[in-house]
């Protein structure tokens, strides 16, 4: 007789994983997910990879790691004006890994769970030579053709933003010793983005996406995108505290750095109410910090006499 | 004024992925994908990883490893009888990957596109400072409650499975030259699944999964899931001429060796004629391979004379 003994990745998925499971991941038992889609809605769709080293630091603390893939994907989502659903993921891991890397990371997606209301429907662990590498699926929907798009701003928009730009940015410049926040808010900020899941933009906003690679280089997609020009004002665009306490050296990593994982949208001037009723309602604070307008598709950064100034680095590449 | 041009990745999506996006990914050119369920279907999803080393080999040409990459969970959806619909894949890859990497990687999609009538939704490409780590979830869809899944066995169905076991195993040690194969065949299984899609099983089967990990282990999650025995016959396991011809000292590795991506199945007895019937609609060769029966939970591998054999390795873990 064969004893059907279980391979150490099923006693893993058992231990950390099988409690995430939600409705239709068949406790992560079987070979795939079933899910019935919600009746009369479009599901919406995305893919997140990260890789220590490159995404996160290898000692962040795994239940740190874990909220921020989820919250990534769900920042894409929030732009979309999507509601989260449930998500599937891939885990690659050195064989050293503690098992108390596994039960932190799980224990993140948990605490995230109950916040955003998501559950995991399904994955797969596997081993890997090289640095943990996670990939993470999410689902969500919206009212049939009424997900935001890239595509759709128009000249006259405004440029919209939620919450405060920069503070992921600096976070990690605080990570790698190089600034320094005795309030730990940039460094929570940087490991542990806040996606804007709720805020109603749908038939609102006319084109949005979430900023994760740098403002002005996100601007600049949607500026191509549409064929618009974006008058930026560099001095309405929101900071925290934390941020103006860093000092105006640090203003162009706020501008171009990344790991915001705000919402940025283009808003007509005639929804600019709803849009503020909608702000109101999910308490996320927005901002308007520019304009769209006909021209050579391109960002021009302002200052509050209207003059033009110059950056160094529009953005972050992964490559 | 800042040009937005754009950094490398943009570039890579543009020129290999772009091609590949099918309805509702919006070119890739947004940060999620749109998908309309089809009406009145339960989706099927799943999700595997493959990390280079671990599920490939380095230098296997990066046409067959995206085409096992998407195969391989293709194979889970023929498992549960779903129909395929569309995939999100993450990529990541060290910065000296070559372009021709790329090209060949989504030829290999392409190709297999046209085979089985699938479509890239979205995802996301990064660089890793370890070996390249993919990622891909498939979606499918089946009539609502009708997936076959891995519970559902009862004692007295039959044990089935399509195709032939042990190439892709034994094409591994063709690959590692530790086994010749002048055809070329086994070598070929092994890099290039051939899932099952296309099987109408839903309705047939009582229980099912992909052989992927040894066609013993995998009958064992079948035993335990639901709390039976099986008697597996050694000798009625389908072999293919150059399984065969590789001799018995190879036989253990083909019943343990993993990388099959056969449909292993269990099937009521009065169901038969229509197993038989959707094999010969599908043009899927089907084999029936021994009987669930009450007991422990474990396989039993008997030989011609009805005696049981030992195995020194049941299968193959991921970790």
Same mark, same amino acid.
């Given at each position: 007789?064969?004893?059907?003994?279980?391979?150490?990745?099923?006693?893993?998925?058992?231990?950390?994983?099988?409690?995430?499971?939600?409705?239709?991941?068949?406790?992560?038992?079987?070979?795939?997910?079933?899910?019935?889609?919600?009746?009369?809605?479009?599901?919406?769709?995305?893919?997140?990879?990260?890789?220590?080293?490159?995404?996160?630091?290898?000692?962040?603390?795994?239940?740190?790691?874990?909220?921020?893939?989820?919250?990534?994907?769900?920042?894409?989502?929030?732009?979309?004006?999507?509601?989260?659903?449930?998500?599937?993921?891939?885990?690659?891991?050195?064989?050293?890994?503690?098992?108390?890397?596994?039960?932190?990371?799980?224990?993140?997606?948990?605490?995230?769970?109950?916040?955003?209301?998501?559950?995991?429907?399904?994955?797969?662990?596997?081993?890997?030579?090289?640095?943990?590498?996670?990939?993470?699926?999410?689902?969500?929907? @919206?009212? =049939?053709?009424?997900?935001?798009?890239?595509?759709? +701003?128009?000249?006259?928009? *405004? #440029?919209? $933003? &939620?919450?405060?730009?920069?503070?992921?940015?600096?976070?990690?410049?605080?990570?790698?010793?190089?600034?320094?926040?005795?309030?730990?808010?940039?460094?929570?900020?940087?490991?542990?983005?806040?996606?804007?899941?709720?805020?109603?933009?749908?038939?609102?906003?006319?084109?949005?996406?979430?900023?994760?690679?740098?403002?002005?280089?996100?601007?600049?997609?949607?500026?191509?995108?549409?064929?618009?020009?974006?008058?930026?004002?560099?001095?309405?665009?929101?900071?925290?505290?934390?941020?103006?306490?860093?000092?105006?050296?640090?203003?162009?990593?706020?501008?171009?750095?990344?790991?915001?994982?705000?919402?940025?949208?283009? @808003?007509? =001037?005639?929804?600019?109410?709803?849009?503020?009723? +909608?702000?109101?309602?999910? *308490? #996320?604070? $927005? &901002?308007?910090?520019?304009?769209?307008?006909?021209?050579?598709?391109?960002?021009?950064?302002?200052?509050?006499?209207?003059?033009?100034?110059?950056?160094?680095?529009?953005?972050?590449?992964?490559?």
């Amino acid at each position: 007789m064969t004893n059907p003994s279980l391979p150490p990745e099923f006693s893993l998925i058992a231990r950390h994983f099988r409690p995430l499971a939600g409705p239709g991941a068949l406790e992560l038992r079987d070979d795939a997910a079933v899910m019935t889609p919600p009746p009369g809605r479009e599901l919406v769709l995305t893919a997140d990879a990260m890789v220590a080293g490159v995404h996160f630091l290898p000692d962040d603390p795994p239940d740190l790691v874990g909220r921020k893939l989820l919250r990534v994907n769900l920042s894409d989502l929030a732009a979309k004006g999507a509601v989260p659903l449930s998500y599937l993921m891939t885990i690659s891991t050195p064989r050293a890994t503690p098992d108390s890397w596994y039960a932190g990371f799980a224990a993140g997606l948990a605490a995230d769970h109950a916040e955003y209301g998501v559950t995991l429907l399904g994955g797969d662990t596997t081993s890997t030579p090289g640095p943990i590498s996670l990939s993470l699926t999410i689902i969500g929907h @919206v009212a =049939p053709g009424q997900a935001v798009r890239r595509i759709g +701003a128009r000249a006259g928009d *405004g #440029i919209w $933003v &939620t919450g405060t730009i920069g503070d992921g940015a600096l976070g990690l410049q605080v990570a790698l010793g190089k600034l320094t926040d005795p309030t730990g808010f940039l460094l929570e900020r940087y490991r542990l983005p806040r996606p804007r899941v709720g805020l109603a933009i749908c038939g609102i906003a006319s084109a949005g996406m979430d900023v994760s690679d740098g403002l002005v280089q996100d601007l600049g997609h949607i500026c191509r995108e549409n064929g618009l020009a974006a008058d930026l004002d560099a001095t309405a665009v929101p900071l925290s505290a934390q941020a103006r306490a860093a000092g105006p050296d640090w203003l162009e990593t706020c501008l171009t750095g990344g790991d915001d994982y705000e919402v940025l949208m283009a @808003v007509p =001037p005639t929804r600019e109410a709803a849009l503020l009723a +909608a702000s109101h309602a999910a *308490g #996320i604070p $927005v &901002t308007r910090i520019g304009t769209f307008h006909s021209g050579t598709p391109g960002v021009m950064l302002r200052d509050p006499g209207g003059e033009s100034l110059a950056l160094k680095k529009v953005g972050w590449s992964h490559f």
